[in-house]
């Protein structure tokens, strides 16, 4: 992945719309380089591509933001990482005129490139991860489906017509699921990483450990559908569950070991991970539970459901 260069003004200020704004997701990229913000606005507007915001100066409004000033000692380091994380095919530097209280700021700022290929019609002045339609509806789709298709988990059944509607129920809510967390780790780690090192890069995050920790997923063990020798199980702190996750989602076409296994398999996950990712998303964007707190009896699923249910439970979907 190409990086991008350094900006026109390398000493000078950075002005930041969308991921890297304080309380966003990309944030701590940059946190431990900036001394200095304040809250600004500049002439454009913003379009999403695939969900990216990108400025687009030469659009009508005005975009919210945020003026961040860097450690002069650390500047290189802070531009660095930057580069590093913005996608080159989707941004360039340019400089801008921030209105702050009181004054006019010149600072550099990341434009859209290429910014009439494949941006969504509709124009937006400011763009939060709260906003964003798969943190909010995408999770409480996936939860609804969970709840109505196996509320008491996964009953031991023959293999057969109404146990395959109940598992590919559930197969539809864990790639669901998959779609957030893939999201997530774009948004976190850099869209411009393949999927395999921003699973990676999940799997070692310490507050993801944690909440894994926390909804119990620790212990559980899962075999590579194309090798039988290999397995992978996640360890006592934290560590694999990234991998973990992921080997059940691409394991989800190459099923066979047992139909009832597999089903029982998927629902803990969906589960497990459900939660885990609330966990993660409400502590780095702790506004997202506002979003989340019209679901009336709590947005965790393992009260809510037979979590763990071995051989007991009853679908609805089983009359």
């Not at 992978?232 to 047992?258: E, M, P, T």
Request: aromatic share 10%; charged share 20%; proline share 8%.
């Amino acid at each position: 992945m190409a990086s991008l260069p350094e900006p026109p003004a390398p000493d000078g200020p950075l002005f930041v719309y969308g991921l890297l704004k304080p309380r966003e997701l990309a944030y701590p990229v940059i946190e431990k380089y900036v001394s200095e913000m304040g809250a600004g606005t500049v002439r454009g507007c913003l379009r999403l591509r695939d969900g990216l915001p990108l400025f687009d100066p030469a659009g009508p409004g005005q975009v919210s933001g945020c003026l961040l000033r860097f450690d002069p000692l650390r500047s290189q380091e802070a531009w660095e990482a930057i580069g590093n994380f913005a996608p080159y095919k989707h941004y360039k530097y340019a400089t801008a005129d921030v209105a702050m209280t009181g004054e006019h700021v010149q600072a550099n700022v990341l434009v859209g490139r290429r910014i009439g290929n494949g941006t969504a019609p509709e124009l937006v002045d400011c763009w939060s991860v709260v906003l964003d339609p798969a943190f909010v509806e995408g999770l409480a789709g996936v939860s609804a489906l969970t709840i109505e298709t196996a509320p008491g988990g996964v009953a031991s059944q023959p293999d057969g017509p109404k146990f395959w509607r109940v598992f590919f129920r559930l197969q539809a809510a864990y790639l669901l699921l998959w779609s957030v967390v893939e999201r997530y780790t774009a948004l976190r780690y850099g869209p411009g990483l393949g999927p395999a090192e921003r699973i990676r890069l999940l799997g070692a995050e310490p507050v993801f450990r944690t909440a894994v920790i926390e909804v119990g997923a620790v212990g559980s063990e899962v075999y590579d559908a194309r090798d039988p020798a290999h397995k992978v199980v996640i360890r006592a702190d934290g560590s694999c569950a990234g991998d973990y996750f992921y080997q059940i989602r691409s394991n989800l076409s190459h099923r066979g070991k047992s139909a009832f296994r597999d089903g029982q398999l998927v629902f803990n996950a969906l589960v497990q991970l459900h939660d885990a990712m609330r966990i993660l998303l409400v502590q780095q964007v702790p506004a997202l539970a506002d979003e989340w707190h019209p679901e009336p009896e709590g947005w965790s699923l393992r009260p809510r459901t037979a979590h763990g249910a071995l051989v007991a439970g009853r679908s609805a979907l089983d009359d």
